[in-house]
Each structure stands twice: as structure tokens, then as C-alpha cells.
């Protein structure tokens, strides 16, 4: 399949919909992989960090 041009390209055929949904929901699949860890990690700290300074 070749484009001609990028209008071409962008409407992926007329799958246009559901190619960018799919590279769409892939892209919030790997942020959330990598954002959900760091952000647990945060609170785990927070936490225990919390719970030290409440038994000295």
C-alpha cells in the first residue's frame, strides 16, 4: 500500500478510526505502565515514612 499523500496516509485507507484508536489506547496502556509504579512507589515512601515518625 503506498500513500500518495498525507491526508492519504492519515485516513489509513478508511480504517483511519480505528488504527489511531488502537495507537491511542497502546500509548495510554505504556504511560500508565510506567506512571502508575512511580506514583505507587511515592506513596509507599509517603507511608512509610509516616508511619516512622509516628513510632519515635
Do not use: D, H
Not at 28 to 51: E, F, Y
Amino acid at each position: 500500500m503506498t500513500f500518495n499523500s498525507l491526508a492519504e496516509f492519515f485516513a489509513m485507507g478508511g480504517y483511519a478510526f480505528y488504527v489511531w484508536t488502537s495507537y491511542g489506547l497502546t500509548l495510554v496502556v505504556l504511560l500508565a505502565n510506567i506512571i502508575i509504579p512511580i506514583w505507587q512507589r511515592k506513596q509507599l515512601l509517603r507511608s512509610l515514612s509516616l508511619k516512622q515518625q509516628r513510632s519515635e
